[in-house]
């Protein structure tokens, strides 16, 4: 199984105690955990997925985490 960048990055965090490479905290963190958390209970095929390629799913992803972004934004 072929796994996405981000199951890669939990792990990792997860092993340096939810600390990015810069040394700054995980942001969301908590939700991280609660994701890592709910894969334990249910078996997910992550699937890798260029970015930016005009594959719809993709790029309605990417739209909605942007105006997600944008919500937190001051």
């Known amino acids: 199984m072929k796994y996405c960048e981000m199951y890669y990055n939990i792990l990792g965090w997860k092993r340096k105690g939810w600390v990015l490479a810069s040394g700054q ?9 609660e994701l890592d958390s709910v ?22 992803a990417d739209q909605l985490a942007k105006e997600g972004a944008a919500l937190y934004k001051s």
């Open 25 to 33: 905290p995980v942001k969301n963190k908590v939700d991280f955990e």
């Open 39 to 60: 894969l334990k209970l249910v078996n997910v095929k992550w699937i890798y997925v260029e970015a930016h390629k005009g594959i719809l799913g993709n790029e309605k």
